[in-house]
């Protein structure tokens, strides 16, 4: 028989404990998402889901074991606690990752609009094609857009566990999203821009639009400069995606086992005074906010680094325990699928007060980066170096020049955060995973390695 | 599981109300992985993906549904809705599967959900303990093994009925070596389309204290020069470099919309005439290869360039209809909640007549990319890159000194034409590749390339 989801929660909870786990929890999450790709005037493609997943951990001979399933059956129960009790017994974890009771209080965070779920096919279907002809009407040089998507997603988690703790969280999210090809004179050259958010109301197509042209013909006549070390300016996207990247060296689960060179930094200045790191669960700053973390431990907003001093990390229990101390509220899992890991919820780099025209005009010459390439590949976060195909524009007097393309950006991440110069007010949201958001506004950076003709 | 009367009509449903070809991917997927950090089991998991994905075509439209829910009324509900969306004439046909055929590509003699966790565990502790005792300089290691077995049904409006089952095992293993203020860290990944006795085949240790020497050789290697050079390019992994900036700008998701700088150059010299290429996904045992596709089509082995000339592409049924093409057993998706699209399997360049020793030699200067990470491109434009993680100079025709990872970018239609010399080595390597249908198993491959000119992002 197919159970409904809180009668599963339950009676999962209840056979664990016949079946000799000490603490046990369930996290349940369903989700749904409609999703419109436009093609020449015509949706090529729909696509929409319902899916759910449990996973269970429960906590047997000094260790917590887990598994996961999609189908909420008695076959589900026994395979879930076999396989959870299986790996309990192969477990060699020193420390050990209990079943948090809760918190007294919980903020509260409106991530979920009702107008947004009730948006149907017909309203993506005319969105995507009016994006999609605004973007091929604005500019000759525009010959094809090859992925116009307008897509919508909705996400509920429930956990449930052996010290009564019951939580639920909802949000929903609509992401809009087209990528361009230009042509002139062979040279052929892509860009996109996207808009994501709640309020359906709010979308702006025609300067979407806009924004894809300046991002796509933008980059006709790009050309590699010399090697050598450049000023640069790293824009705000850019800067995010490559936070992003690194970010994972502020999680104390790295940092214990040795894998992040943050670990003997703290209280130490890792970077100039004018630049701080924050990792706030629930800010004005940010789109996403979360209330509680995997682990249902209440989530918090706080600085990791200030006036360039590392001060704090993240923490979920299991790292609180090892190191004497309290969770961050940042014991985060990737859906239902993952174990409970280190993550970060909104972290973003405070800004500061130049506009993007002033860092430009303080760095007189050099290179603008507006996009940065194999991120996933080029950049090892052991041991902070990065290799980054990228593209932008030079800067000459202080301004914007010709469009920049075939060249890469190599230094350490580390080493840069010392060649930082000045921080923008442009801060930027990537867009969010359900914890949160990485934000950074544009960075002048000095003494760049940029590798070209 | 569904009967096959239940799946007639729910194909049929899918085709009530608009629409001339539907598909059903029914799925069921076993996994478990471990994770082995500094000499202890860190994380232990297991679990079970089940769902169903529905597909229409209506010519070249696809609506795409999927669920974990298979009740028959919400099936033939949800098969309703996807096929009202298309807001067409329905074309009132009905379905009738032929006989289910049932494949299985990759037989294993030890099926890994039948052997326990603590021999799994052991090929992590061996190739730890073996990272470990490589030098004083290691200071971490990371290893992780995940296996898989999926169940696969397949059918569609054509009466086409399959199944297929597929299994597969992978370990990586990271070292990571200190000095005072550094670390560095190198990496493999090994895996294959077999059951666990290819674990226990394959030589753990020496995989392990190989990505142990990267990582102490990277610890006193020097930044890489940066410019454009010659580059030498090692086989193995380092055929990510034709993945990338080749084989994405032959899938048809690229092509069928001409968003390729390969659309329309058939027959016409693309590459090399010294650059012959495949992806086969035929190869019995391979990472990336299958009995059939992901819509139920025999896997085949595809000519993609001979002697420099583009042969052929990689379709999907969507592709074929966009592209006026047959299909080429060329699709893919990570599981039920994508729609199949055009995907490599094992892809590389097949072995040239040089020998390895002879291209070194016959360098006086230039980068020798002796292991590589992963990569990515445009294949609009064919803008690629991909990273080297272990690098020497090459100086007077002999390999020098260790260079830091630096990431090579280029155009792909000019690096295959830049290719000069192909060695003898060919060999294949594991990775997954991401793209709009999820991530996928894939073979990359090459023997020793020589490329005349690259940019190398170094940071001298």
Sequence with gaps: MMYEPDKFMDVLLSRAADAGFIQSEVFFENGRSSEVQILEGEVSMYESSTIQGVSFRGFQNGQMGYAFAEELTDDSMIFLLDQAAQNCAVLESQEEETIYGGDKEYRTVDVYSRELDGLAFDDFAKTGLALESKILASDPRIVAVDHCVVSYGSSHSQISNSLNLKLSHASNLLFVYANARCEEEDQVKTGDAYWFGRNFESLDIDSLAAKVTAETVGKLGASPVLSGKYNIVLDAMAASDLLSTFCAIFSADLIQKGFSLLGDKMNTQIAPEYFSIHDDAITDRSMTAIPFDSEGVATKNKTLVKNGVLIGILHNRKTAAKAGTQSTGNGFRSGYRGSVSVGPTNLYIEPGEKDLAALLSQAGSGLYIKELAGLHAGANIVSGDFSLSCEGYVIENGKIGRAVDQVTLADNFYLLLNKIVAVGSDLYFDPPSDAGSIGSPSLLISDAAISGD | MLSEATIERVLSAALSRGGDFSEIYMEETKTSGLSFINGRVDTASAGIDFGIGIRILDKTKCVYVFSNDIREESLIRMAKDASASLQTVPLGMTVHLTPVVHFNSNPCILAPVSVSKSRKVDILRRACTAAKEYSPLISQTSASYG??????????????????????????????????????????????????????????????????????????????????????????????????????????????????????????????????????????????????????????????????????????????????????????????????????????????????????????????????????????????????????????????????????????????????????????????????????????????????????????
């Design chain 2, 147 to 460: 296996d898989m077995q999926k169940a696969v049904w397949i059918a569609n409006s054509t009466g086409l009925y399959r199944t297929d089952e597929r299994a597969r095992v992978r370990f990586t293993i990271e070292a990571v070596a200190s000095s005072d203020a550094e670390k560095q860290s190198g990496y493999f990944g090994p895996g294959a389309g077999k059951g666990f006795e290819f674990m226990e085949e394959y030589p753990v240790e020496d995989t392990a204290r190989e990505a142990a020497r990267i990582a102490v050789t990277m610890l006193s290697a020097k930044a890489c020069p940066s410019g454009k050079m010659p580059v030498v390019i090692d086989n193995g992994f380092g055929g990510v470099i034709f993945h990338e900036a080749c084989g994405h700008s032959l899938e048809a998701t690229a092509v069928g919309v001409h968003a390729s700088v390969f659309d329309g150059k058939l027959g016409k010299q693309i590459a090399s005439p010294l650059v012959t290429a495949l992806d086969d996904g035929t190869i019995p045992g391979a990472w990336g290869s299958l009995a059939i596709d992901d819509e139920g089509h025999d896997s085949s082995r595809n000519v993609l360039i001979e002697n420099g000339i583009l042969k052929g592409y990689m379709i999907d049924l969507l592709g074929s209809r966009r592209m006026n093409m047959p299909a080429t057993g060329s699709s893919r998706r990570q599981n039920y909640q994508y729609a199949p699209t055009s995907r490599m399997t094992n892809t590389y360049i097949a072995a040239g007549d040089t020998d390895p020793k002879d291209i070194i030699s016959g360098t006086s200067y230039g980068l020798y990319a002796a292991n590589m990470g992963g990569g990515s491109v445009d294949p609009a434009t064919g803008e690629f890159n991909f990273a080297v993680t272990e690098g020497y100079m090459i100086r007077d025709g002999r390999i020098a000194e260790a260079v830091r990872g630096a990431t090579l970018i280029g155009k792909g239609s000019q690096i295959l034409m830049n290719i000069d010399r192909v060695g003898t080595n060919l060999d294949l390597a594991q990775g997954v590749c991401g793209s709009i249908s999820g991530n996928v198993p894939t073979n990359v491959g090459q023997p020793m390339i020589r490329v005349s000119e690259i940019t190398v992002g170094g940071r001298e």
